[in-house]
């Protein structure tokens, strides 16, 4: 079964300082890899996903991760955060067939002035 | 109005009380989902449905029930609730996709409903 770590709890960070949230995942082959967000009160979106191909993919909130076999990792970055970016952060699994996700423990994103 | 709706928002019961938490979906999605998020431990699956004739235990079903009731409804229930049972509630559901695989692999979330077991 596929699992996921997020090994940071908690990230406070400047607002337009730069940003990286580290995902790590198991899993035997390629995984289907997915960032959400979770704003306070709010369910969770879809920031970004990988499939396959391209390993670095761009998302919303101009968001991007880069999916690194060697490591199984899938990190997820922005260049300048905002206040607006302030949440708590998912990274998730899925398994070809499968059709359900594994989640991490979510890192809190705190943004300062 | 939200695409996937989730009632209550809010609930606080005594332990030992039966309690349902119900879900309905505008998407036409096949697949719903019920997750439990607790502190630190991030969603964890309680149960899934593919369709209204196919329910499937997820990691931590002990304590739930769920009945699909139609292909827009999945409710969760707990026969007799406890304290550890104390957590937000999550429905999800995701799109069967053209060759029954993966579509977008997009989990769409309601808003949660909140649930407090004295």
């Known amino acids: 079964a596929q699992s996921v770590t997020q090994p940071d709890i908690h990230i406070t960070v400047s607002e337009g300082a730069s940003l990286e949230l580290r995902c790590n995942y198991s899993y035997g082959a390629t995984p289907y890899l997915f960032w959400y967000v979770q704003s306070p009160g709010q369910g969770l979106q879809l920031l970004l996903k990988?499939?396959?191909?391209?390993?670095l993919v761009q998302g919303i909130k101009g968001f991007e991760a880069e999916f690194k076999r060697s490591q199984s990792s899938f990190n997820l970055r922005k260049p300048s955060v905002h206040w607006s970016d302030a949440a708590e952060y998912f990274c998730a699994v899925g398994a070809p067939n499968d059709y359900k996700l594994s989640f991490g423990a979510g890192t809190t994103v705190t943004v300062r002035a | 109005d939200a695409d996937v709706t989730q009632t209550p928002r809010n609930r606080i019961t005594k332990t030992g009380k039966r309690i349902m938490l119900e879900c309905s979906q505008t998407k036409g999605h096949d697949r719903m989902y019920w997750y439990r998020q607790d502190p630190g431990l991030g969603l964890r699956l309680i149960y899934y449905?593919?369709?209204?004739?196919?329910?499937n235990k997820g990691e931590i079903s002990d304590g739930y029930s769920v009945s699909r009731q139609a292909q827009a409804k999945f409710s969760l229930s707990l026969e007799s609730a406890i304290p550890n049972q104390t957590a937000l509630y999550f429905c999800?559901?995701?799109?069967?996709?053209?060759?029954?695989?993966?579509?977008?692999?997009?989990?769409?979330f309601g808003e949660g409903s909140r649930l407090t077991v004295l």
């Open positions: 449905s593919f369709d209204v004739k196919d329910i």
């Open positions: 990988y499939f396959s191909g391209d390993t």
């Open positions: 999800a559901t995701s799109d069967t996709g053209l060759a029954g695989g993966w579509n977008t692999g997009e989990l769409f």
